[in-house]
């Protein structure tokens, strides 16, 4: 099977980016990892391509896929017979956001008045 290209505009250390490339990693695909945070141009290619400004954004063989998690990213391959399925697990999760969209932990109010 031909290893597809593979364009992803991704955060340096972002959630949802890191599931992305766990998932492309799992699958021993190549791909350009564009740094849309430190490199403003590559951020504006990616909203002129995607049409919007969320990220991640995947690319794949011309297909822009946007504003997509790791595990969004590999159903797609799958589902279009980009790559076949196997069993190895990703390095990392593959559809968690970045730190600082994660919901805060409340403690429980069970009806207790303070």
Request: charged letters at 25%; one cysteine or more; aromatic letters at 4%.
């Amino acid at each position: 099977m031909n290893k597809p290209k593979i364009i992803a505009y991704l955060k340096p250390s972002c959630g949802w980016s890191n599931g992305v490339r766990a998932v492309l990693r799992k699958y021993d695909l190549p791909f350009e990892d564009r740094d849309i945070i430190n490199n403003p141009i590559q951020r504006q290619e990616m909203i002129e391509k995607s049409g919007q400004m969320l990220s991640p954004c995947v690319e794949i063989n011309g297909k822009m896929l946007a504003d997509i998690s790791g595990e969004e990213v590999e159903a797609w391959m799958l589902a279009n017979n980009v790559v076949v399925p196997n069993d190895l697990v990703p390095d990392a999760p593959t559809n968690q956001p970045c730190a600082h969209e994660m919901p805060e932990s409340r403690p429980l109010n069970l009806g207790v008045r303070r």
